[in-house]
């Protein structure tokens, strides 16, 4: 399975743009690359995907790099709420599966 | 539109007990997968169903683990003979199919005594 690579932790402040990074140097062409999201006692939750271009939502953005080997999760401006551990995530729908493969996540600390 | 249940939230079992954990998707989800995560960890893959078919379960221990997804009813993650190192938060999580994202379930946290 292809793997991802997260810095353990980040800090912002309230207000401030956050760019999560994540490396995936042995993603395949079919793999989507997924953010996801998980506060205390909870499940995770979805933030955004992409496979190749550059994708916007209300939650967040995501740049992918030329090469797909790396990713950037944007929040444009942190707020308290989004204190949580970001998984930067592969999906392998391959032929005979479909399962997401987690690395360790980034715990982000936000300060008001 | 309700998201996915997991029942029960919590659950204590003793060593050699049988631990049954219950998920309902999402409507009109017909794609379940199982997760589990140990302490500070990241969770891990165990197995992906479509109704009464299980399509991956790489994930799953060989031993002692089973899941089903029945086509009336919940999906069943199934630990028999439960050992301490079953003890963990097992996550559901369910789709419309193998594009849309898959959404989660809050987990079952199963203690082992």
């Known amino acids: 399975d292809a793997k991802t690579t997260q810095p353990n932790s980040m800090e912002s402040n309230e207000e401030e743009p956050v760019h999560l990074p994540c490396n995936h140097s042995t993603i395949s062409g079919t793999d989507y690359i997924h953010w996801y999201r998980q506060l205390p006692s909870q499940g995770p939750e979805y933030v955004i995907h992409g496979l190749t271009s550059n994708v916007n939502n209300r939650m967040a953005s995501l740049a992918i790099a030329e090469d797909r080997k790396s990713s950037t999760l944007i929040l444009h401006r942190a707020t308290l709420r989004d204190a949580a551990v970001y998984y930067c995530i592969l999906r392998d729908s391959s032929y005979n599966t479909d399962k997401l493969i987690f690395g360790t996540g980034t715990r982000l600390q936000v300060f008001p | 539109n309700a998201g996915v249940m997991q029942n029960p939230r919590h659950l204590v079992r003793r060593r050699g007990q049988e631990a049954r954990l219950r998920c309902s998707p999402m409507k009109g989800h017909s794609h379940v997968y199982w997760y589990r995560q140990l302490p500070e960890e990241g969770l891990k893959f165990m197995v992906y169903?479509?109704?009464?078919?299980?399509?991956?379960e790489s994930g799953m221990p060989k031993e002692r683990f089973s899941a089903e997804f029945p086509k009336e009813g919940p999906s069943i993650l199934r630990i028999q003979q439960v050992v301490r190192g079953d003890s963990a938060a097992y996550f559901c999580?369910?789709?419309?199919?193998?594009?849309?994202?898959?959404?989660f379930g809050d987990g079952t946290r199963l203690s082992i005594l």
């Open positions: 999580a369910s789709s419309p199919d193998r594009v849309q994202p898959q959404h």
């Open positions: 169903l479509q109704k009464e078919n299980i399509i991956d």
